[in-house]
Structures are given as structure tokens and as C-alpha cells.
């Protein structure tokens, strides 16, 4: 697969999405990088300025399964993973899969659910696969699950556990549009939600591709050690009181591995490890109680701590 047309199939995974969401290309690119790095993807914010119809957005442009989960309080994990049903005519056990078995999931609104239920997903998450009654199932692939997340501080929620969060590989935040392209979305959106026109312009096998391409990606001792040099900042900040593991470095490194592929290049930049890094990083680490009464907005501490802790670490040159 050449370069320039992977580049250019990244663009019109991009152009897909950008005829919906308007003026957020950075976090639409961000999420196309994490589907690249074969990750799992977190997108938090308010109600009502497009999580679900960004999800929905990277899954209609791709000729795949997909599946929507709404999270609720009530949800069990049966509801994600599948049941196992009697046949009477066949006098055995029949397994009925659930929605988690497809290609991308949109979890959506994953934190109005119980910690029981978000639970299923970790082993869905961690090797794309699912054991239930004692079986193992694999998932297709490429599997990824894109989530949606509204802020803790709203009624009904729960948060969700570390070991949970540390399965997304990045978190996305979308933010209001700016006035220009509300604008734009108020007089192009009369039939609010609709994404029907939204054609593919990838398949699953071509994700797939790209994916091993990005794995090849070139990255230099260098840059290695300044993603080991950042991971250790997190661990002796006294502003951190939870610093980031070796899984969330390795995180780093692929995100920075995917962001230089969807450029075009086949080499990495520390600039492709700055751009990723409080993406990669933020949700994985836990703000010193000192801390947090200095910031304004909870939702957004951890990423201005690790902004501080990052101006500190010296790049390569």
C-alpha cells in the first residue's frame, strides 16, 4: 500500500466525518489515530455537542459491523456479551451474541451504567475477546469500541473505575463549536441527527492494513526515551499523585506511531508524541488533592496537570 494513498484514504475518512461535525477536526483526526493504533477510544463531554454522532460518523464511513449499545442503569452484562438459550428441539444450550460482537461499538453514555456492567467490557477491550460459560469467544476484527461519556458532576452517573479507563487507549473532547460553524450546522442540519446521506469510503479489511502499516512506522531510540523520560515526570511530580504505568507508555508510543502514519510519513516525530501525549495520558493519572482546588473545573484537571508536568520534560532535538 503506497504512502500517498493511505494518506489519502485517512483524509477521506476525515472529509466523511467533517461534513456532520464542523470545526473539529483535530479530535476527529485523534479518534481516526486511535482506530489506527488498534485502540479503543473515550469521548467525553457535555450533552449535545455530537459524542454519539461522531461515533456514529467513523462507523457509517466504514464498511463494517456496528453496533450501539445505550448505557443505562439498568443494563446487565448478558445485554452486551450475549446469553446462552435452551433449544428444545435440540435439547442443548444455544448462544445468542450479543452487540458487542462487531466490528466498532458505540458504548453510548458508558457511565450512566453500573460498575458491574461496565466490567464486561474489560476483557472485550484488552484481547478482543469475550469467555462466557466457560468459552471463549473471539471478536471480529478489527474490533474497537468508541464511548461516550457525559461529565461525572451530572446526575445518574458512574464513574468509571481506573482499570476501566486505562482500557481506552486516548480520550477525545469535543467542546462547542465556534460561532461560524454553528452557524453552519444550523442552517445544514434540518433533519437533526440524520446521517443517512454519509456514504463508506473505507472497509474493514483496508483498517486492517493500516493498521499493520502502523506498527511498522520508524521510531527512533531517541523518542523512546523521551516517552520513558515523560511516564517518569508523572510517577515524581508532586502535582501527580498517580503517575502513569509502562502500558500507558507503550500507549504513547503506538498513538505517536499512528499519528505520524495518518501524516504520511513512516517515521516518527517528538511533535507526534506532544500532539498525543495528555490524549494518551491525561484520563490514565490522578491530580494531587493539593492540586485540585487550584483549578476551576474538576473534568479537566488532570489534563492541566499533566500540561505542567509535560512543559518540564526536554524534547529531542
Do not use: W
Request: charged letters at 25%; glycine letters at 4%; proline letters at 6%.
Amino acid at each position: 500500500m503506497a504512502r500517498e494513498t493511505t494518506h489519502e484514504k485517512v483524509l477521506a475518512l476525515q472529509r466523511n466525518c467533517e461534513q456532520v461535525i464542523k470545526g473539529k477536526s483535530d479530535a476527529i483526526r485523534r479518534v481516526i489515530v486511535g482506530m489506527l493504533a488498534r485502540g479503543h477510544v473515550l469521548i467525553e463531554d457535555v450533552p449535545g455537542v455530537g459524542k454519539t454522532t461522531l461515533a456514529r460518523l467513523i462507523a457509517r464511513s466504514i464498511d463494517c459491523t456496528f453496533q450501539r449499545i445505550q448505557f443505562t442503569s439498568d443494563l446487565l452484562p448478558s445485554d452486551i456479551l450475549g446469553v446462552s438459550v435452551y433449544d428444545q428441539r435440540s435439547q442443548r444450550f444455544e448462544f445468542k451474541p450479543g452487540p458487542i460482537f462487531a466490528h466498532i461499538v458505540l458504548a453510548d453514555e458508558i457511565n450512566r451504567t453500573t460498575p458491574k456492567t461496565q466490567s464486561a467490557l474489560l476483557e472485550a477491550m484488552s484481547v478482543a475477546q469475550v469467555s462466557i460459560d466457560g468459552v471463549t469467544r473471539p471478536l471480529p476484527h478489527p474490533f474497537m469500541v468508541i464511548a461516550t461519556q457525559n461529565p461525572i458532576e451530572s446526575h445518574g452517573t458512574f464513574p468509571l473505575p481506573r482499570a476501566q479507563l486505562d482500557r481506552f487507549l486516548i480520550r477525545v473532547h469535543l467542546g462547542y463549536p465556534g460561532p461560524q460553524d454553528e452557524r453552519a450546522i444550523l442552517r445544514e442540519q434540518v433533519d437533526i441527527g440524520n446521517i443517512d446521506h454519509v456514504r463508506p469510503v473505507l472497509t474493514a479489511q483496508d483498517i486492517v492494513a493500516m493498521q499493520q502499516e502502523v506498527l511498522k512506522v520508524r521510531i527512533d531510540d531517541s523518542i523512546i526515551e523521551y516517552i520513558q523520560a515523560i511516564a517518569e515526570a508523572t510517577r515524581r511530580s508532586p502535582l501527580i499523585e498517580l503517575g502513569v504505568s509502562t502500558r500507558a507508555a507503550l500507549a504513547l508510543r503506538v498513538v505517536a506511531q499512528a499519528r505520524a502514519y495518518s501524516e504520511g510519513r513512516d517515521y516518527c516525530l517528538p511533535d507526534d508524541v506532544k500532539q498525543m501525549a495528555i490524549a494518551a495520558l491525561a484520563h490514565r493519572i490522578q491530580a494531587a488533592r493539593a492540586f485540585e482546588s487550584e483549578l476551576p473545573s474538576a473534568q479537566r484537571e488532570d489534563e492541566e496537570v499533566l500540561a505542567r508536568v509535560l512543559s518540564d520534560v526536554p524534547s529531542p532535538a
